[in-house]
């Protein structure tokens, strides 16, 4: 079969007359060097500002955590993971146990304000006892638990994916602009029995600069293999520079603590599910 | 050499094919332009840490696949592309050419890309879910369903190729 398949596309394609190829490569150097000018001058400046940031920190207070708090720096994705992260990662505060109920759930650890523009790191989340059997969770359960992480603001357009994993989107306005939120939810598969959930999730956050749609992207990995990517975007525009580009809607750290939040799951509380769907029963398939 | 040098080598070797793959993700070679070219810049970015991987091409090739996965979120990636004028040959070769493309192009953009790889890159199950940032049972399950659907769309006398 895959023969047969990669023989009529192989003949389609000879037969398809493609206009030059022009100087895509010249164009990915000059493209790639000018990325490269602007990373060497946004590092210089992050790099003053941070000194400042640790000084300004260091003279308040500095509380190390315990060991298993601990946020450190660990390699996720070739592609993702920085070749010149931070040889260690900040230490967290303890995280604080408490009960939790739906829109109020409390975070411990300590998440920096500001990252490198790739980087890796463990967060200590905690783990979430259900209040009830878990139910497999659906969209509304989903965007109820995402309006209630999100930070004040007016959220709208709620929406979900007709097709692939569990997806939702909604666009926050904080006052400063618009921008669109996405989240996804998945498990990946495991060699042997499925590992407990565990407490600690190992968290890649990316930029994408250039695509005010989802500026920065956060994914989350539980030991179980649940996965929780959110999208943050600064705009509403589906092209980028089609629409105002504003602010990003939820700060790095915001956006950090929302995906690893230990409520997110293929399973998830009853209640949260049971409210979401009636509160969010008819989901939009949003239009790309 | 420099690397400069050793990814402008690399990259005027492999830029053809990497838009023809992109073609066939996006059926409009204007924009398999784009997209190969976005990518070549990543490449360039990452160009040490890619020299390092064991097959260079797959690296590039994964970097376009995802350059691509990123652009289906974008307006353009879902705006119809305008007909082609096609000068007709053989009539039979014709048909059957129009056919897999618009098959194809009817799939959802991730599940176009599981199938190309899978298929037309010969990619194993594993290396797609790691090219595609998905769980393997996702590809499985996607793809499965990718060839359901490339079935009901395809016309008789090519049901043959999947067995």
Known sequence: MTEDLRALLRAELNDERPPPLGDVVGAALRDGRRIQRRRRAGLVLAGSVGLVGFLLAGSVALVPGPRSDQLAAESVDELITPAAAPPEAPRAQAAAKAPVSPGSVPFGSAVPETLAPQRSLAIRSGTHDAAGTPTKATAGAMLYLLTKLLPAGAASKPATADTGPLSVEVILDRGAGPGTIRLELDQAATAGPRPARGDTATVTVADFPDDCTRSTTVTSRWPDGTTVRLEVGTCLALKSGDGPDGPPVLSQKEAILLASNPRWGLTMDPELVAVGDKQFGALPVPTP | ?163
């Open chain 2, 1 to 163: 050499m420099t690397d400069d040098e050793q990814f402008a080598e690399f990259a005027q070797a492999h830029a053809e094919r990497l838009r023809t793959t992109a073609f066939m993700l996006c059926r409009d070679w204007h924009l398999a332009q784009d997209l190969t070219q976005n990518a070549l810049t990543k490449l360039f970015l990452n160009w040490r840490r890619a020299v390092q991987s064991d097959n260079l091409v797959a690296y590039a090739q994964k970097i376009l696949f995802r350059v691509f996965l990123d652009h289906r979120r974008l307006r353009s990636s879902s705006e119809t592309t305008p007909g082609v004028l096609r000068e007709p040959v053989h009539r039979e070769s014709h048909e059957l050419r129009l056919t897999m493309l618009d098959a194809l192009a009817r799939l959802p953009e991730r599940d176009r890309a599981i199938v190309i790889l899978r298929y037309f890159e010969d990619y194993s199950v594993e290396r797609v879910a790691d090219v595609l940032d998905l769980p393997t049972t996702v590809v499985k399950s996607q793809t499965r369903r990718s060839l359901a659907k490339l079935r009901e769309l395809l016309a008789e006398d090519q049901l043959a190729l999947f067995g």
